[in-house]
């Protein structure tokens, strides 16, 4: 569980900041960042622009559609299956 208080209190307890936090090695709490810009990296591939989070696919953006800054705890997802 992880507290946050950057002007509000939010609990995260949905497992995101654990998911970032497993991912890099690094508590949002800490850091100050749920996805560190050091552990973000951007891919053209023949799919689309991709963001990766410490070379974990976090999304892929079409042509032509915007794409924002790769976080975890503010993320879509889609589960297939």
Known sequence: LEVFAFGS???????????????????????????PARFVRWQQTPQGLESRLNEVLIDRYQDGENAGYPTLCKGRYLVDG
């Open 9 to 35: 209190l939010c609990i995260m307890s949905e497992g995101r900041c654990y998911l970032s936090s497993y991912l890099t090695g690094e508590s949002p709490n800490t850091v100050g960042a749920c996805s």
